[in-house]
């Protein structure tokens, strides 16, 4: 009778180890720190960090043309930066030379990082990408070039895949066309059912330690994390409870992940902080 006991105890954790190695995300989605922001950043839809300021994330905010640093420790907002008119932006990634910032219709503005005011140092790069609608770019320092993610764009009206851009990072933040690639939808749908004919990005963030790639969709309540080709890897359903609509995703220098949320419904915007498991 023992001797089958330790066979099942043994067959229980030879199972146990294989789901551990299948499932990789090394997040708990249960925030080990969450902050409210103030009314201003409402509508928080791009975060970032700057590597030697680990204490301070930078925002903007959906219809302001403004760049906002909010203080992790203090937790208010201790730097307000002007760099457009009122527009539709929709991402925020830096070199921690320039920050960029990505408006809706595929424009990157692009302001140094060590100015106190922007006025006159702003680069708008426009044309760069296809006519669509965009929410997602994130800096890879391997290759010193943005990438880009369509949200709504005519090409990907077959279902087929997500249509991405690469756009090289030139002196004085100046961009370039440097190639394309996609996300097919198939190998979403094969990682799970409920991701069907579309997947819509709303933010992504490139996690240097991995070479992967995080892309969050707000409207598909998704993170799906793929390899350093953007071929997925695991797809991972967010609560709607506690997202209600996430539109920012980035990593500080210890590899813990941050994700905001638009207030939506909520009385304010959230930003959570979810501790890398080591």
């Known amino acids: 009778m023992k001797y089958y006991l330790l066979i099942g105890l043994f067959l229980f954790t030879l199972g146990m180890g294989s789901c551990q190695s299948q499932n990789s995300f090394p997040y708990l989605l249960r925030a080990d720190e969450s902050y409210t922001l103030p009314k201003k950043l409402a509508e928080i839809s791009g975060i970032t960090f ?11 905010q959906d219809e302001d043309g403004l760049l906002f640093g909010y203080d992790l420790l203090k937790k208010q907002i201790v ?5 457009a008119a009122k527009g539709d932006y929709e991402e925020l990634t830096t070199d921690d030379q320039y920050f960029y910032v990505l408006k809706s219709n595929g424009h990157v503005y692009s302001f140094p990082v060590k100015q106190a005011s ?20 994130a800096f890879d320092r391997a290759s010193g070039s943005l990438f880009l993610l369509c949200k709504v764009c005519k090409i990907d009206k077959k279902g087929e895949a997500v249509s991405g851009y690469i756009l090289k990072v030139g002196e004085g933040g100046r961009l370039s066309n440097g190639g394309e690639f996609s996300v097919p939808i198939s190998a979403l749908s094969a990682l799970d059912k409920r991701i069907k004919k579309t997947f ?10 991995t070479e992967e790639w995080y892309i969050l969709s707000s409207i598909d309540q998704a993170l799906v994390i793929t390899d350093d080709a953007f071929k997925p890897k695991e797809v991972v359903f967010l609560p709607r409870k506690a997202f209600e609509q996430p539109e920012g995703i980035a990593f500080d220098k210890d590899d813990n992940l941050y994700i905001s949320s638009e207030a939506g419904r909520q009385a304010h915007g959230m930003i959570y902080k979810f501790n890398v498991i080591k």
């Open 50 to 60: 700057l590597k030697d300021q680990p204490s301070n994330i930078f925002a903007i």
């Open 79 to 83: 730097l307000t930066t002007s760099f």
């Open 118 to 137: 922007v006025s006159g140092k702003v680069i708008v790069n426009k044309d760069l990408v296809p006519k669509g609608e965009y929410e997602s770019m």
């Open 200 to 209: 819509k990005p709303s933010a992504m963030a490139r996690r240097e330690s």
